[in-house]
C-alpha cells in the first residue's frame, strides 16, 4: 500500500504538472530539504509517463560553510532520482543592505539564478517546493508590515512571467509535516537548513514562536485558516486585476515624459479600485512599489485637488496639469 503521505506529494505534482505539455522540460528548485525533495521525487515518478524531463537547480548561495558540499550532495540525490541536476553558485553579498536584508537578497539572487538556468533549458516551467506552512507564514509576515491584499493573498500555486515562463508550487496544499514523511517513506534524507532555526530571521520568529502560539491559545488550524484566508484574498486581487484592465485602456494616456491618469476617472471610481489603478501604473512604467500613504497623496490629485504641487515618489513624481495626472521620470525631469 502506497504511503499516505507520499501518495499526496505525487498527487499534487500530478495536477500542478497537468497543463503542461508532455515531452517538455521542467525544472525543479532543490535546496536539499524536505519540502524540494519530495517534490524533485515525485516530479520525477510523474514525468515517467508523460515524456517529460525533469532537470534540478540547486542554488549555492555562499553563505554558510561547507554550502558547496550540501548542494553536491543535493545533486548527487537528485541524479539518483534520475534527475538531470546542475548547481549554481550567486552572489549575495552586494544585495544584503537592500530592503528585507538578507532573506531578500538571498531570494532575489536564487530566483534569477533560476531564471537563467530555465531560460537555458528551455525550461515550460520551474517547480517550487512552498508548502501550506510557508502561506501561512507569509501572510502573517504580510499582517505585521501592514500589507495590503495583494501581499496577503500570499504566493500562487502557478503564475506565468513576461516571458511565458511557468511558477509552480504544486505543495501549497500541504503541511511541511507531510513532505517529511514522503521522504522516509522513500528512504531519502533531507538536509536540515541551520537558517530554519537561526532567530535572526523574521520568517524563522514567526514559524517557531508565533504560529505555535496561536495554535496554543485559539486552537488547532491556524495554520490551514491562514492559508485559506490567502486563497480568497488572492482571488479578490485576481477579479480586481481584471477590472484593472479593463478600466485603463480608457483612463490611462502616454504623455511626452512619462505616462498621465484621467484626474475624473480616478475620482469616479472606488477607492479600492482607484488606489489598484494608480499602485498598478506607477509600477508598470516605472518598475517601483508605492507604499500606502504615497497612493493616498497621489489619490488626493483627483478627489481633494487644491492646487497641491508635485509629490515626490520612488523614480518618479506625480502632478496634476488640467485634467489629467501626469507622472513623470526623475531623468526626464531633471533633462527639462
Known amino acids: ?23 517538455s522540460v521542467v525544472l525543479v528548485a532543490l535546496s536539499g530539504g524536505a519540502d524540494s ?13 508523460r515524456g517529460i524531463r525533469i532537470g534540478s537547480v540547486t542554488i549555492d548561495h555562499g553563505l554558510q560553510d561547507g554550502s558547496d558540499a550540501v548542494a553536491l ?14 548547481v549554481v553558485r550567486v552572489e549575495v553579498g552586494k544585495d544584503v543592505n ?7 537578497a538571498a531570494r532575489s539572487a536564487r530566483y ?5 538556468a530555465a531560460s537555458d533549458a528551455r525550461a515550460a516551467a520551474v517547480l517550487l517546493g512552498h508548502t501550506l506552512d510557508d502561506q501561512a507564514e507569509t501572510v502573517l509576515l504580510g499582517l505585521a508590515r501592514g500589507a495590503g491584499a495583494t501581499s496577503l493573498a500570499g504566493m500562487s500555486p502557478a503564475r506565468q512571467d513576461e516571458n511565458g515562463l511557468r511558477w509552480l508550487r504544486p505543495l501549497l496544499g500541504l503541511r511541511r509535516r507531510t513532505t517529511r514523511d514522503a521522504c522516509t517513506a522513500q528512504g531519502l534524507a533531507p538536509w536540515d537548513d541551520p537558517h530554519n532555526v537561526d532567530d535572526r530571521f523574521s520568517r524563522v520568529r514567526v514559524r517557531e514562536r508565533i504560529l505555535p502560539v496561536l495554535e496554543s ?21 485576481e477579479a480586481f486585476a481584471e477590472m484593472i484592465d479593463e478600466t485603463i485602456e480608457d483612463i490611462v494616456e502616454h504623455s511626452e515624459a512619462g505616462i498621465a491618469v484621467s484626474a475624473a476617472a480616478l475620482a469616479a471610481n472606488p477607492p479600492a479600485l482607484r488606489n489598484r489603478i494608480i499602485r498598478h501604473v506607477v509600477q508598470s512604467e516605472f518598475g517601483v512599489a508605492l507604499t500606502r500613504v504615497q497612493t493616498l497623496e497621489v ?9 497641491q504641487g ?4 520612488p523614480s518618479c513624481s506625480a502632478a496634476r496639469r488640467g485634467g489629467l495626472i501626469h507622472f513623470t521620470a526623475r531623468d526626464q525631469q531633471r533633462a527639462t
Open 1 to 23: 500500500m502506497l504511503d499516505p503521505a507520499l501518495a499526496a506529494v505525487r498527487l499534487a505534482v500530478r495536477t500542478s504538472l497537468a497543463d503542461v505539455p508532455d515531452g
Open 37 to 49: 525533495l519530495a517534490l524533485a521525487a515525485a516530479a520525477a515518478h510523474e514525468a515517467r509517463t
Open 73 to 86: 550532495a543535493a545533486a548527487k540525490q537528485a541524479a539518483a532520482l534520475g534527475i538531470d541536476p546542475i
Open 98 to 104: 537592500a530592503a528585507g536584508g538578507l532573506e531578500a
Open 112 to 116: 534569477r539564478a533560476l531564471r537563467d
Open 217 to 237: 491559545e485559539l486552537g488547532p488550524g491556524i495554520a490551514e485558516a491562514l492559508a485559506r484566508t490567502a486563497e480568497q484574498l488572492r482571488e479578490d486581487s
Open 299 to 307: 489619490a488626493r490629485l483627483a478627489i481633494d485637488w487644491a492646487g
Open 310 to 313: 508635485p509629490i515626490d515618489l
